[in-house]
């Protein structure tokens, strides 16, 4: 096996050297059988028209587990254990020929660059998200395919706010995230995921959340609660007594979306995934909410 890693740092006609976080790989020219670790680095190949045979993903079940806005293309996808992680003989059962993954790799990288050439990219949260599906192009070799999906992404933008036609030029878009029997609250900033896609539409932020900060959210509690406020507020969570809890706060009867009725709930999942098919599916839930919703 060691004979084999020495083999892949050294360029041929089947293979090209990639810098990534750990160093520098050999990795096949046209992998035929990818596996990934984390939902997004599966989301981004599939978009990118590479079907993994294998994925570490958000649980243990792959039926069961998925992120729901992922659902309907896993078909023939092998569940790898959990993105945190993988189950290492799984992986090697699955007879990858590259394994892709974030920097929660890094423990095992010594493990699974041994089962095949591993390439870990660079994440810094949510922030980082299109850098992380560019390098991920890259690695692929699949860049034409990267500019059709962003071609599709701000074709999609274009049309959203023209049918929202200017109706929010005056409004402010908070979005939250309530933790399963936890008293904080998580606030998104204009640098997390579904900020920049706001900010791309042009949807202004609360002054609290029209910010940039590490990670691209922070915490506040019930004291805080008017850094949560807008005329609109979506709430990335769908444990009903976390919602029931929020909704006996008295704080929480005070804001303006609450009064005026504009609370919607939003699977968290699809709002944090931090690529292009969640992204596509976060849009809809933009025009179901704020263009649809009488």
């Known amino acids: 096996m060691n004979d084999s890693a020495t083999r892949w740092q050294q360029p ?9 976080v750990m160093g520098e790989t050999c990795i096949p020219k046209n992998p035929k059988r990818l596996v990934t670790i984390y939902h997004w680095t599966l989301a981004n190949a599939l978009l990118l028209g590479i079907k993994p045979v294998g994925s570490a993903t958000s649980g243990d079940v792959l039926e069961k587990d998925i992120p729901p806005y992922l659902k309907q293309r896993m078909a023939g996808i092998k569940q790898l254990g959990l993105q945190y992680q993988p189950n290492l003989e799984r992986v090697l059962l699955a007879k990858p020929d590259l394994i892709l993954g974030p920097e929660t790799l890094r423990g095992t990288y010594s493990i699974t660059s041994q089962i095949s050439p591993t390439v870990v990219i660079n994440w810094q949260g949510e922030s980082s998200w299109r850098e992380y599906f560019h390098f991920q192009a890259e690695v692929l070799g699949k860049e034409e395919a990267e500019q059709q999906a962003w071609n599709y992404y701000y074709q999609r933008i274009s049309e959203l706010k023209t049918a929202l036609n200017n109706q929010y030029e005056n409004k402010t878009v908070s979005v ?13 900033t204009k640098n997390s995921f579904v900020g920049s896609i706001l900010e791309d539409i042009g949807l202004k932020r609360p002054k609290a959340q029209n910010i940039v900060v590490p990670g691209g959210g922070y915490q506040v509690t019930e004291e805080n609660l008017q850094d949560i406020d807008g005329d609109v507020i979506f709430i990335l969570s769908d444990d009903k007594k976390t919602i029931e809890a929020l909704r006996e706060k008295p704080l929480w009867k005070k804001l303006k979306a609450v009064q005026q009725g504009h609370i919607y709930f939003v699977g968290d999942w699809t709002w944090i995934a931090s690529n292009l098919i969640a992204a596509d599916a976060v849009i809809d839930d933009l025009y179901k909410y704020l263009v649809n919703t009488p």
């Not at 041929?12 to 990534?20: A, F, I, L």
């Not at 933790?179 to 998104?188: A, L, Q, Y």
């Open 12 to 20: 041929t006609s089947e293979c090209r050297v990639v810098k990534h």
């Open 176 to 188: 939250i995230y309530a933790w399963r029997g936890s008293p904080m609250i998580g606030v998104n």
